[in-house]
């Protein structure tokens, strides 16, 4: 079935990065566009980045513009999304997502916290 192991997540101090991974499993990874979403305490998930298949087209939300790069591996079945310029309003659990035949899989999250 669908699977999907995210790592990455963890504390850091605003302005620092952090490299979030999702390994996914149980499909064929490399004809599916991959997304990573958010869920801050209180509020709705919310799509963060998203990127085609073959990764030629990503697009982001306007508030990580700039700051926030999704690119993913085929050869590893690995999506990722590489966070610079952290800020507290970063904070939340993300999740990788995929749709495959209307069907929404997600991952368990992986938390990201941003504090001094």
């Known amino acids: 079935q669908v699977q999907f192991v995210e790592s990455g997540g963890g504390l850091v101090q605003p302005g620092g990065s952090l490299r979030l991974s999702c390994a996914a499993s149980?499909?064929?990874?490399?004809?599916?566009?991959m997304s990573w979403y958010r869920q801050a305490p209180g509020k709705e998930r919310e799509l963060v980045a998203e990127i085609t298949r073959s990764g030629g087209i990503t697009n982001y939300a306007n508030s990580v513009k700039g700051r926030f790069t999704i690119s993913r591996d085929n050869a590893k079945n690995t999506v990722y999304l590489q966070m610079n310029s952290l800020k507290s309003e970063d904070t939340a659990v993300y999740y990788c997502?995929?749709?495959?035949?209307?069907?929404?899989?997600w991952g368990q999250g992986t938390q990201v916290t941003i504090s001094s």
């Open positions: 149980g499909f064929t990874f490399s004809m599916y566009g």
């Open positions: 997502h995929t749709t495959i035949t209307f069907q929404n899989y």
